[in-house]
């Protein structure tokens, strides 16, 4: 069975940082491309950023360009380094898994990916 499990979330102050995990079990994700995406109560899910495995080559959303990082350290860990937080960014983060590394799907679609974690939930204050 495959999942995926964030962790790192929490509640900050404006101006902190955090560092977002997420974890894939019950197969090998070294074809597949991964990213982040959000949801802000009462707002439709967002793209935040992606990471293709094969070139290391990676996408953000114009409103985390320069602030957020997408990593991994092998093809089943996933890191968002999140820095400089807004109250804006409070929401639920997901990580997921793509159908395959990106090549012929966009990455920054939700349709794109095939598994899902639960999320992890991450408050800003101001």
């Known amino acids: 069975q495959v999942q995926l499990v964030e962790s790192g979330g929490g509640l900050v102050q404006a101006g902190n940082s955090l560092r977002l995990s997420c974890a894939a079990s019950g197969r090998t994700f070294n074809n597949n491309g991964m990213g982040w995406f959000r949801q802000a109560p009462g707002k439709e899910r967002e793209f935040v950023a992606a990471?293709?495995?094969?070139?290391?080559?990676t996408w953000y959303a114009d409103s985390v360009k320069g602030r957020f990082t997408i990593s991994r350290d092998d093809s089943n860990v996933m890191f968002l380094q999140m820095s400089r937080l807004e109250p804006e960014d409070t929401a639920v983060y997901s990580c997921?898994?793509?159908?395959?590394?990106?090549?012929?799907?966009?990455?920054?679609?939700?349709?794109?990916?095939?598994?899902w974690g639960q999320g992890t939930q991450v408050t800003v204050s101001s």
């Open positions: 990471h293709r495995w094969a070139t290391g080559r």
């Open positions: 997921a898994a793509a159908r395959d590394d990106f090549y012929a799907s966009t990455p920054a679609q939700a349709t794109t990916y095939a598994y």
